[in-house]
């Protein structure tokens, strides 16, 4: 059944051999694609024109394709074609500007960033957009809703005690009305959906969930507190690093009748797992390594963090107490456990990897989140690949145009060297990256690596205080 179909759609693209348009264009022959639509083309040729990928062919017919002086051609034999993978938990802000190009190095072509300075990362979007800048396609929270007394302690902590400058990022909301004006506000600056990190009570947390759709945004965030009747009743979209510590009480089938709600109200979980096995599971100790490592000798990824990312990292290795171990600890089985239950309920579990929390690394970590879903919650790679592509670009309304490998879709690819169909872990294996048409062979992926460490913000904190200068309770600024 599934032969019959490759060779109808081979039979439906094989006719479309005629000449490349002029301009620069790219062509991997010979290639396997893995669509993300669920179905796996061998021998075939993609062309890229322009920013997207214009033909899909037989390869026994694309032998007769009339290329031109502009025209790179890669062969693709024994190698898979990917859609570009999405990163849907950073704080790039965090990990500043000269990670954005770690991103493309690991084949993440879109990053759902997930608060921050928005002025910063507005302008880091317009330099990737005009091609000043290299990464990803980057979309934006804008700063993190907190509760009042969270803005509070942060606002009230001095400076050298916090090197975030946290009234560029957060945000107070602390009560109903908060909830509409400060969302009412947000809502007109250019952001792409809103995040909530913590409050205080049900009435203000749906308050914003009515406010958000009121202004046709989705609110995402932590539901911490929240329990999944509150969190279906506000028609919240999307809960990150899923803990649910009072739902041990339940049992599995009631449980199952939970999830079932969840994926029938499209609610979608981005569990940040690797921010148990990398960073809650270590110890201080280990996590200290990493921080005082500044030759890269214990892990390599070090040398590309900026100068910023690791004081922020070292004043968390600080609060990474044994008790917050012994806490993750005890709910890393039922967190899995939870999993494979939303996993069969139909919740769409995403990718991402909580950028910028100490030992996460922008671009490595995702592809360790993918083999966590696959090793550990028990997906198939199949599954892990589509929740790490097609359904991130169908919750972030990006469907038309990213996610899957399909004619007329822009071209954000990856190039591996081994099926990861066989293993997810050879999403590792990158032969090649293509982000919006743009080629990025091995020899320029490392270049770009090796640019990354060069990178001013690497040497010193480019993301300064702009003076201590807490905000009146009421500003919305
Ligand atoms: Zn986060």
Redesign the pocket.
Known sequence: MKGKLVSLVLAAVALSCGPLKKGDSIVIENVTVISGTGSVIPAVTVIIEGTRISRIIDQGVASGLDLHDGTTTIDGSGKFLIPGLFEM???TSKTRASALGLYIVNGVTTVRD??GDHEELLQWRDEIRSGDRVGPRLLIAGPYLESESNVERVLNTPPDEMVEPVERTRIAVGSVADAHRVVDSLAQLEIDYL?V?TVTSFETFKALNEAADRNGLDLVGHTMGMTPEQILEAGHDGI??FIFPRLVDRTRSERMKVWESFADAGIFIVP?LVTFTEHALPSQEELQTVVDDSLGEFDFRRRYLSKYLLLDWQEQVLEASEDRQTFFKSQWPIELEYLREMHEAGVDILTGS?V??VNIFPGWSLPNEMILFQDSVGMAPEEVLERATRLPAFHLGLADSVGTIEEGKIADLVLLEANPLADIANVKKIAAVIVRGELFDRDALDLLLANVALAPDRRVNDWPRTGWLPRAKDSTE
């Open positions: 938990h950073a704080h997930l608060g995040k990190r990150e690093h940040t909580d910028a929390a």
